[in-house]
């Protein structure tokens, strides 16, 4: 297939994909273009919206013991951390404290099925146990999947085209990052189609396959840095600006200090996972 060089013209072949299997079906597809009405600033999203829209928070600190997972202590620091912080950025935030996976999926169901049309974006932040692609409830772990899918554009259609925040501080997995030492300390309103997972934001605590770390007292590293940078710059920067900056904060200020053998002097760094297609800046 040819490549399209100024993505004015027709394409020369048909759009595939690479998977094993794909068979074309003649259909010809290209580039698609809004007509003329342009929004003041097409590569940022609205803000403008009689409210900012809700925070959906759940925070799991006790675990049945069948689930093999101890108390999560701080937790409860890092859900008042998180209230404070997006009530001042102008969010509804609501907290909801040891759900069952059941319960979970209810929640963020219910929270899907709401008429959005009157606000600007949604956010959700689970503060819980989990492994690779998956999160804990009180009784057991469910697939992230599960619950950020009931948020895509042909579910939840009155969040089309606005921004999907997940924060997620969890485990991805066992494995211990020791760091390395070194000698140095970076639209449109006319109608379209889009793909059902745009506008989607995945802000992980920790690397795919690694430990999350959390403090009994203060907190975990990634909400605390969280929150810290969206209180200082969360009326300024850009979302991916800021968070670079919580990158960096989890990346050079945090050590583990553990008597755990293995455990000490470890470290984090936070993932993030964007699918959106606008730059979003919250409204000052």
């Known amino acids: 297939m040819s490549d399209i060089g100024n ?87 609501s907290v909801q404290t040891n759900r069952t996976v059941s319960q979970m999926r209810q929640i963020l169901t219910a929270a899907s099925k709401e008429d959005h049309s009157q606000s600007a974006m949604f956010v959700c932040v689970l503060l819980s146990h989990g492994d690779e692609d998956v999160i804990y409830g009180t009784d057991g772990c469910l697939e992230l999947k599960e619950l950020t899918r009931l948020f895509r554009g042909n579910q939840c259609k009155s969040l089309v085209g606005k921004p999907k925040l997940f924060f997620i501080q969890a485990c991805r997995g066992t494995e211990l990052d020791p760091g390395i030492e070194t000698d140095s300390s970076p639209d449109s309103e006319t109608a379209c189609k889009i793909p059902v997972e745009a506008d989607f934001l995945y802000a992980y605590s920790t690397a795919p396959g690694y430990y999350a770390w959390r403090n009994t007292a203060n907190g975990s590293w990634f909400i605390c840095a969280l ?8 009326r300024e920067l850009e979302i991916m600006q800021i968070m670079t900056r919580v990158n960096r904060k989890v990346a050079l200020e945090f050590q583990s200090s553990s008597n755990m053998p293995g455990f000490d002097a470890m470290k984090q760094i936070p993932c993030i996972m964007s699918m959106l297609t606008k730059e979003l800046y919250f409204p000052k």
């Open 7 to 93: 993505g004015s013209r027709k394409p020369d072949g048909d759009d595939s994909v690479d998977a094993k299997g794909f068979e074309p079906k003649g259909s010809h597809s290209g580039p698609v273009h809004a007509n003329a009405k342009a929004l003041s600033d097409v590569f940022r999203y609205r803000t403008d919206y009689p409210k900012l829209g809700r925070c959906v928070i759940i925070n799991n600190k006790n675990f049945n013991p069948e689930t093999g997972m101890g108390d999560r202590a701080g937790t409860d620091v890092d859900a008042g951390k998180v209230v404070k912080v997006f009530r001042e950025l102008g969010f509804s935030p």
């Open 227 to 234: 929150c810290e940078m969206l209180e200082k710059y969360g």
